[in-house]
């Protein structure tokens, strides 16, 4: 069993900058390749962020060149560095242990399977 804890949400300002962290437990987190997903109101929940076991990353069109995923396997963290902040990023953010990552021209679409889920952060960005 792993536990994913989910940290750094908050309230920020449009074009303003938030930083979540994701800390699992286990010894065999470098093995892990680990999502970020957000989901907003109504809307489905969306796979913004990969970065696999080897450190390859993925990202949705809607946050590419704003928001950087990284981990640190040291300290068993996933880490996502979200600038230039927009009202519609406003969302749960939750971390992710998938498997079978699937892709579209490049893009992350989802896993073929969620093995564990943090209990999300809220991020709010307001206009």
């Known amino acids: 069993q792993v536990q994913l804890v989910e940290s750094g949400g908050g309230l920020v300002q449009a074009g303003g900058s938030l930083r979540l962290s994701c800390t699992a437990s286990g010894r065999t987190f470098s093995s892990y390749t680990m999502g970020w997903y957000r989901q907003a109101p109504g809307k489905q929940r969306e796979l913004v962020a990969v970065?696999?076991?080897?450190?390859?990353?993925y990202y949705a069109d809607s946050v590419k060149g704003r928001f950087t995923v990284s981990r640190d396997n040291a300290k068993n963290t996933v880490s996502l560095q979200m600038n230039s902040l927009k009202p519609e990023d406003t969302a749960v953010y939750y971390c992710?242990?998938?498997?079978?990552?699937?892709?579209?021209?490049?893009?992350?679409?989802?896993?073929?399977?969620?093995?564990?889920w943090g209990q999300g952060t809220q991020v709010t960005v307001s206009s």
């Open positions: 970065i696999t076991s080897g450190g390859n990353t």
């Open positions: 992710a242990v998938g498997s079978g990552l699937i892709l579209r021209n490049g893009t992350p679409r989802g896993f073929s399977r969620v093995d564990y």
